[in-house]
């Protein structure tokens, strides 16, 4: 299993700023993706979670009306969508997949985003 985000980089204030995270070697639409953070200092948190059908999603209080989460289940992705971004937003994110028939959790390497003027 091979998760894979991309999209990270420097956006400022106010800015939005969209993540992928492309997923091989597994049966994709089994599988919840969630999206982590874990910025200097502090543990990782989760930002969100979409199920593996793409019905229902679930966020953070942090982010909540912020950030949305999305999945492509023919194309393996999934996508993390932040808009109004805040420097305490700056972390690495990761993305996760859980199978949801089982207890197999697998993580991608993170991509940085950093939130600065």
């Known amino acids: 299993v091979q998760l894979v985000e991309s999209g990270g980089g420097l956006v400022q204030p106010g800015g939005s700023l969209s993540l992928s995270c492309a997923a091989s070697?597994?049966?994709?639409?089994?599988?919840?993706m969630s999206w982590y953070r874990q910025a200097p200092g502090k543990e990782r948190e989760l930002v969100g979670t979409?199920?593996?059908?793409?019905?229902?999603?679930n966020y953070a209080d942090s982010v909540k009306g912020r950030c949305t989460i999305s999945r492509d289940n023919v194309k393996n992705l999934v996508h993390l969508q932040m808009n109004s971004l805040k420097p305490e937003d700056t972390a690495v994110y990761f993305c996760?997949?859980?199978?949801?028939?089982?207890?197999?959790?697998?993580w991608g390497q993170g991509t940085q985003v950093t939130v600065s003027s």
């Open positions: 996760s997949a859980r199978f949801e028939l089982g207890s197999n959790v697998y």
């Open positions: 979409i199920t593996g059908g793409g019905g229902s999603t």
């Open positions: 070697g597994l049966t994709f639409r089994l599988y919840a």
